[in-house]
């Protein structure tokens, strides 16, 4: 009985979860303002932190965020990043290699040397300005995949570079949480350099065996019309192997998104991308609106004080700014637009998985203090609640202008 209880408990706070979402994102669609923000909200409002905490459910509270809800944030976040791999092929991919690989990495190194930096300076314990500057790394792209594809802007130059950079990003950030979280784990010394050298050519090449893998495999599984026949057969089949993918990276060491992202760009370069969309698109009115609001569930503002609001206005500073000039700089060389570069920076600002991450290990570790703890969530809830809204802003400017 109380197994049926606790599924019963996690199938209401879905429920609670989806709905609010979506009724808070006709209001933001009313209001012209990003979609995702009011999705983020919503997570926030109904989430176990507030309203959702009210004990309305058997004396517990009325939304609860346990292993399985997040899990299921998880599966959505690989629906996102399968879609957004939908929107550009290997070939397009490659061919902004140079480009991609730069901002991304640029993306990684400046805030995390900033970061470092900046709070030694400020008199934190070394392992505390470890993961605080590994939970300034990595991008949360699909805040930004939502804005664009909203915008419908998602097949502009800018946009196929914050994606490719993104996924740059992700695989560098992996590979430092890898080396970070070790470390903290076992209490050693920072590795040498050549060990970290060696840890991210090794996941980089992980990340370039999977993509070739699904490129060569993908379409030859999907274009086998004869065994393809029964309705529904093409839909079910690319679901299984994006998930499929997605398990496969996560056993190699990678993010799960980016091996969702991969199997997305392998069905690109397929004759069935369009019957694939039309469905890819419907699981994303589901999903992605749950995603943002579990996301927002998780933040929790009852541990602010002023030195939680000292220290996490240094990190939003910081993740605001090195995001900007690391990403948005580089950015320059390759589209030689001062705007569009722009909404590059903007568009990797927003933090999510990684920090909340990171935040998690630090807390249960007992590396990180409540405080520390309750600055990097904040962190995380404030560059994912202002990039939508800055993005939107950047591109209205365009439309006003033309």
Known sequence: ?????????????????LFTAKIFAEIFQ???QPVVLGELLAGIIVGPYALGGLPLFDGQPLVVLDETVKHIGELAAIIILFIAGLEITPREFLRGGAASFTVGALGVIVPFFVGFIVLSIYGLGTFEILLIATALTATSIAISIQVLTELGKMQSKEARLILGAAIVDDILAIAILSVVVT???????????????????????????????????????????????????????????FFGIAG??????????????????????????????????KLQFIF??????????????????LEVLIIAGIIIAIAILTKLVGCGLPSMLFLKDKTKSM???????????????????????????????????????VTTIITPIWLKKVYKKELIQN
């Open 1 to 17: 009985m109380a197994a049926e209880s606790v599924f019963i408990h996690i199938i209401i706070s879905l429920s609670i979860l």
């Open 30 to 32: 009313r209001i012209k």
């Open 183 to 241: 470390m903290v784990q076992s209490g050693d010394s920072i590795p040498q350099i050549a060990d970290i050298a060696f840890l991210i050519l090794k996941i980089l090449g992980l990340f370039a065996v999977l993509l070739i893998g699904a490129v060569l495999i993908v379409p030859r599984i999907l274009h086998r019309e004869k065994l393809w026949r029964s309705k529904g057969s093409i839909e079910g089949i690319t679901t299984a192997i």
């Open 248 to 281: 496969v990276a996560a056993y190699a060491g990678l993010s799960p998104i980016v091996g969702a992202f991969a199997a997305g760009m392998a069905v690109a370069s397929t004759k069935l991308i369009k019957q694939v969309e039309e469905y890819a698109h």
């Open 288 to 305: 992605a609106p749950l995603f943002f609001a579990i996301i927002g569930a998780q933040v929790d503002l009852r541990g602010i004080n």
């Open 343 to 381: 909404r590059v920076g903007i568009g990797m600002v927003s933090r999510g998985e990684v920090g909340l991450i990171v935040a998690g290990v630090g807390v249960t570790s007992g590396v990180l203090s409540t405080d520390v703890y309750t600055s990097i969530i904040l962190m995380v809830a």
